[in-house]
């Protein structure tokens, strides 16, 4: 019996061992680890494949640049210090921890992500935010944008990348049921002139605590 997207989880356990042979090689460029699926999963906890990647990477002196949802990278803290081609980018929609929980069901929550950004920041990692996505009506108030600076400042961020919601059939009507179950209601997309207010007020809100402001589309 088919079982619904996103309630399965396919364990590449020869990972670590094929990435070992890749880079007998020698690494080339950067490598990218979360650009599909989230590489701090539960199940890494008792797989540790994420884990031994970055050791593997880590031997060879290769460039890695890590994205996710959860403060268990904080697990690899001690392989992360002191390697200056490693970054750690996390990924945040909203402050809002009720909103949170049913934009991203299972994920660590907002307060947990950012003091994850913080200690590794503190411990001299290359870390960035990505505030994405930013959903209509919902995580796009000007008082929202302000706050997510804001909060990005305190943790010594120096670089934030934003993207707007992409409305993806199955993910939309996913959230819509969701959201509808909560009494809350998802506006249609960003017009060219929503994103334009957006991407203005977070430049000059990044601006005076030097935060490099980019965006992902």
């Known amino acids: 019996m ?10 590449k356990s020869n990972l670590v061992q094929k990435l070992k042979k890749e880079l007998e090689r020698g690494p080339k460029g950067v490598y990218g680890i979360g650009t599909v699926t989230d590489p701090y999963q539960p199940v890494e906890r008792e797989h540790e494949l994420t884990r031994g990647c970055l050791l593997a990477l880590r031997r060879v002196g290769a460039r890695v640049s890590i994205l996710t949802k959860s403060d268990m990278v904080l697990r690899d803290i001690d392989l992360l ?7 750690v980018g996390i990924s945040v929609s909203t402050l809002n921890e009720d909103l949170a929980s049913i934009v991203e069901p299972g994920a660590p929550s907002p307060r947990r992500r950012f003091d994850a950004l913080r200690k590794l920041s503190s411990e001299g990692v290359s870390v960035y935010l990505m505030f994405a996505p930013v959903i209509p009506s919902l995580s796009d108030s000007d008082e929202h944008l302000r706050a997510v600076v804001q909060e990005a400042a305190t943790c010594s961020v120096p670089r934030m990348i934003w993207d707007k919601f992409n409305p993806k059939p199955m993910a939309t009507a996913r959230l819509r049921r969701a959201l509808a179950e909560k009494d809350m209601e998802l506006s249609g997309p960003h017009s060219p002139s929503d994103t334009e207010r957006i991407r203005r007020l977070l430049s000059e809100e990044c601006s005076a605590p030097m935060i490099e402001l980019l965006d992902a589309f």
Not at 2 to 11: D, F, H, Q, T
Not at 81 to 87: I, L, P, Q
């Open 2 to 11: 088919a079982r619904p997207w996103g309630s399965v989880i396919e364990v």
């Open 81 to 87: 210090t002191s390697w200056t081609g490693a970054e």
